[in-house]
Structures are given as structure tokens and as C-alpha cells.
């Protein structure tokens, strides 16, 4: 099965700052990424993601950039805000699921300090 | 925007007790999941359900575990003889449809059993 690792486990920065938090997996056949942002006593929220056929998406002031050839995906958050702070959760589907099971990493804890 | 709600928002239950944990999906998506989230680690697959019947689970989703979606609007998670592991964040999720990918996530049930 998909098997993701995703690091830091903690992070801090000051506001204005950016952040990258990095995702490998190891289902070669794995196609879709995605990124979720998960605040105090609420679900995960799709926030970005990307498909295998790309190697950047950018939304604002989120990216995410995919290396096959690594297996990695990482989340790029710039000019950081306080209301950024949260859990962060990569994803990847394993190969051979039809239905959409994703498999998640650890979780990163992004502070932005003011 | 549309979303997907849950209740209760937290469920208290002696050992050995059956809960039953709802959810309404958004009204246009044909696949739905449960996944759990002990405190403090990992989002974790439970299982998968589309045209009314279960497409994936996890070994975690064993006897004691089962999914209905008993009318149009709603999907439910039962867990018959609870036990003190189950005690977690319980999410439900849905998709417009398996290969985007794009699950949209409730805001949780939190569960303890005592």
C-alpha cells in the first residue's frame, strides 16, 4: 500500500515568512496530490492540489510542486499570516484505488508568529 | 458553499455501547467516506461507499464497524460494541466522483468511550 512521510512535523515562522512542508510517497503509480489545512475542531480542507501530469500549481499565495522522478510533493505557503497557522496534511491515493482512498502523512504544525 | 455536516459534534459512550455517527454529504456527490484521526496523529481511511454499497476498507473497518446511507440525504457510520480504541475524531467525507480525487471533509465527531 501508499505509504507517505511528510516533514517538519513542527514548524514556526514569523509573519511574512514562507513555509515549505515536503511530502514523499512510495506508489510510483500514485496520481493525485493533495493538501489539506485542518484548524483547531475542524475537518481537513482541501486547500491545493495537483495531478501527476504537472509539476507546479499555484493558487495565491500556496503552491505545490511535484517530482515524480523523487517521489515528492511539497507545499509552498508565502508571505505568511497568522491565519495560516494550523495542521497541514499531505495526501496521495494508492494505485489500483478506484474510489478515492487517500492516504495521509503525519500532519505539520505551522505556527506564524506575528 | 456547500458542505458536509455532522452530528452529534460529540458523542460520549460507555464500553461496549453501539454508536451511531451521521452525516449529510454535499447533495450532488455519489461517493462518501468515513475516516478517523486519533488525537494527535494521522487522518486514517475507514472505508468507502458508493452506489450503495462498500467499495473499500481498511483493516481497521472490521465486524463491529458498518456504513449505511438509509435515505438520499444521509450516511451514517455504526459502531456496535464500542470500544476504548475507538475513541477519535470520527470524519465523513464526499466527492462528485471517485478518479478527481476532491474529497470534501465534515467538521467531525469526536467519540470517547469510557
Known amino acids: 500500500g501508499e505509504n507517505v512521510e511528510q516533514h517538519p512535523s513542527t514548524l514556526s515562522v514569523q509573519e511574512g515568512d514562507s513555509a515549505v512542508i515536503k511530502c514523499t510517497y512510495s506508489d510510483s503509480a500514485s496520481n493525485y496530490f493533495p493538501w489539506y489545512k485542518q484548524e483547531l475542531g475542524k475537518g481537513p480542507q482541501l486547500i491545493i492540489d495537483?495531478?501527476?501530469?504537472?509539476g507546479e500549481k499555484k493558487d495565491q499565495r500556496i503552491a505545490v510542486t511535484l517530482n515524480k522522478t523523487a517521489k515528492h510533493f511539497s507545499l509552498h505557503i508565502t508571505e505568511t499570516q497568522p491565519e495560516d497557522s494550523a495542521v497541514y496534511f499531505c495526501a496521495a491515493p494508492p494505485s489500483g484505488t478506484s474510489y478515492g482512498k487517500l492516504t495521509f502523512g503525519q500532519g505539520t504544525i505551522l505556527t506564524v508568529h506575528p | 458553499e456547500p458542505e458536509v455536516t455532522q452530528t452529534p459534534s460529540h458523542q460520549v459512550t460507555q464500553m461496549g455501547q453501539e454508536v451511531i455517527l451521521r452525516c449529510v454529504p454535499i447533495s450532488n456527490h455519489l461517493y462518501f467516506y468515513w475516516y478517523r484521526q486519533i488525537l494527535g496523529q494521522k487522518v486514517e481511511f475507514l472505508v468507502s461507499?458508493?452506489?450503495?454499497?462498500?467499495?473499500?476498507k481498511s483493516e481497521i473497518f472490521d465486524d463491529q464497524f458498518s456504513v449505511e446511507r438509509p435515505d438520499g440525504s444521509n450516511f451514517t457510520l455504526k459502531i456496535r460494541s464500542t470500544k476504548l480504541e475507538d475513541s477519535a475524531m470520527y470524519f465523513c467525507?464526499?466527492?462528485?466522483?471517485?478518479?478527481?480525487?476532491?474529497?470534501?471533509f465534515g467538521p467531525g465527531t469526536r467519540l470517547t468511550v469510557l
Open positions: 461507499f458508493y452506489n450503495n454499497e462498500i467499495s473499500e
Open positions: 467525507a464526499s466527492s462528485p466522483e471517485a478518479y478527481s480525487n476532491e474529497q470534501f
Open positions: 495537483i495531478r501527476s501530469n504537472v
